[in-house]
């Protein structure tokens, strides 16, 4: 795509996806790439600009990720955050130490407002520092444009160069002004004129479906999630009756969820393309038998839906691409882009087996963040409940369970969530918690009921609030609402005596179980 952009250099820190969710938010597309990544590719994409990221390491370590000179050289501006604004000093001649103090969390900033950086931004604005090193000397050619009581230089710049450098975390919402000062940065500093903007990119997305496809025969992953349904309406307006969409039913679905995407994608639902659902759940439950290794279970779950699609493609004819609703983040946590470490292999990306039997695969969100995704779902007409629909995992119930999947604990798994969905909703609480589930611990325990011992599941309840997915809170469900998903849980769903509610924030926690 022929778009100006703004590229973030990644050096492992654990906001890096969150400063081009921001970048993007000020209209402009940004791409996230390995410090690793050569300067001539870098030179080849002409970005507008270049955000250096954080990173946990000292700029002045033997092995640290680093840069060359020569990035600051491309006469392309360039903002380094933290670790990336130490890394900048450091290369260009200006000294980073470990700081006498180290400054964590919200912190007074004093800024010069000045600067282009901080252009409409208070004298005095609260930033999120999280340092141990500092900067103790600027490079020659800067000027400091921002301290705090503890850290001499919060800020530097060399307009000239347009070079700029930022010791707290402008991405994260805990810096008040932070966005700001960002658009500052990719609009003004850059002269990006904001481009990205949802409705060019699903117009430009169908065109590019369009004549990529041709005449071919499409085969589109229907899993009744988001990503997936916005990717097949997309692809559905792109090429119509060209597509056919196989929904799985893997028998990892929530309860009724099955027939809910039936309704929707099916003969009677809005939209015009061919649908097929295949009952697979005895042939999942099959494999799935014994195995309780996470990992080993995802790697299952994406095989096996693999031989259906591609049982089905055989049965539908020649067909030419397979559709699958990738979308940035598990693009970015798999591996592929950025320094992100494989936390998961999300069974989109990574799970794929060699000898797929389709010429090539579209995935048109893979460059999207969640929240775009849903944006791109509303541009293209899609109800609003499918649209705001909570997300779910690729491997479903399979990864909410855990250790061994069987068909009565997917019961178990399936009637405890509708209880708690159905309460969460009753709450009014289901648009602003951000994801919520039951899951089944692998932990049985003793308990009572009536007279009788029972030995049972225990049910954890999971709810969190995020902004990109990569970092959640658990959400505050009043004591009340638990309480009753409890009690209704315990006396609705045969084979459960227990019930917890998870606490973890992620990190050091994920969102699923497994
Ligand atoms: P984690 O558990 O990694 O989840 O903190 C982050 C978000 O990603 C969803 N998730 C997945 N989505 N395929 C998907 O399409 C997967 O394999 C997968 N694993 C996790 C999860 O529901 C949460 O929204």
Redesign the pocket.
Known sequence: MDQEKVIVIDFGGQYNQLVARRVRECNVYCEIYSYRTPIEQIRGMKPKGIILTGGPNSCYGEDSPTCSRELFELGIPVLGLCYGAQLMMHVLGGKVEKAPVREYGKIEVSVDTSSMLFADVQQKTICWMSHNDYISQIAPGFSIVAHTADCPVAAAQNPDRQLYAIQFHPEVLHTQEGTKMLYNFVRNVCGCTGTWRMDSFVEQSICEIREKVGGGKVLCAL?G?V?SSVAAVMLAKAIGSQLTCVFVDHGLLRKNEGDEVEEVFGPNGPYELNFVRVNAQERFYGKLAGVSEPEQK?KII?EEFIRVFEEEAKKIGAVDFLVQ???Y??VV?SGLGGESAV??????VG?LPDYVDFKEIIEPLRNLF?DEVRKAGLELGIPEKLVFR??????GLG?RIIGEVTADKVRIVQDADAIYREEIANAGLDRSI??Y?AALTNMRSVGVMGDERTYDYAVALRAVN?ID??T?EAAEIPFEVLQKVMSRIINEVRGVNRVMYDLTS?PP??????
Do not use: L
């Open positions: 899993s999630g990503d995802r994406g609703g990738t979308i983040p598990d946590e936390i998961k292999s999300h069974h989109n799970g969640k909570q997300p779910f995992p690729g491997p990864i951000g994801q589930f995020t997915f990569m959640a992620k926690g994920t969102i699923e179980f497994e």
